[in-house]
Structure formats: C-alpha cells, structure tokens
C-alpha cells in the first residue's frame, strides 16, 4: 500500500517547472537561443516534461550538432 503524502511534501512535489535564460551560452557551441515548451503526458498526471525547441535553420539549430 503507497504511503500518504504529506502536505508539505506534495507542495514540494508541485513545483514550477525553470524557465531557461531566452538566450543561452554553451561553452563549445556558443550563443543558443531557445524557446521552452512544458506538457503533462497522459497516463502520467503528475509528471511535466520540460522542452527546449530552437528555430528551425537557425544558428541554434545547427550549432549543437557541431559537438
């Protein structure tokens, strides 16, 4: 049998999902500009899958593949 979850604990579990800097420096591949995207699967109501899409084309697109 699952224990109960204390209040504390779920408000601990509850947090917001970070938002990335609009632009992002990496080391090797430079300046990245990326969007975020944030979505509950089905099946998985407790869960929050983050997503960091860049632009189709764009120097943030291709840069990472260089690594």
């Not at 990326?34 to 632009?55: D, I």
């Amino acid at each position: 049998m699952p224990r109960p979850r204390s209040a504390a604990r779920a408000r601990a579990l509850a947090r917001p999902v970070p938002l990335p800097p609009p632009d992002y420096r990496h080391p090797h591949a430079g300046e990245l500009t990326l969007g975020f995207e944030a979505f509950t699967p089905s099946g998985a109501p407790h869960q929050t899958l983050g997503l960091y899409p860049v632009e189709p084309g764009s120097p943030s697109e291709t840069a990472p593949r260089m690594l």
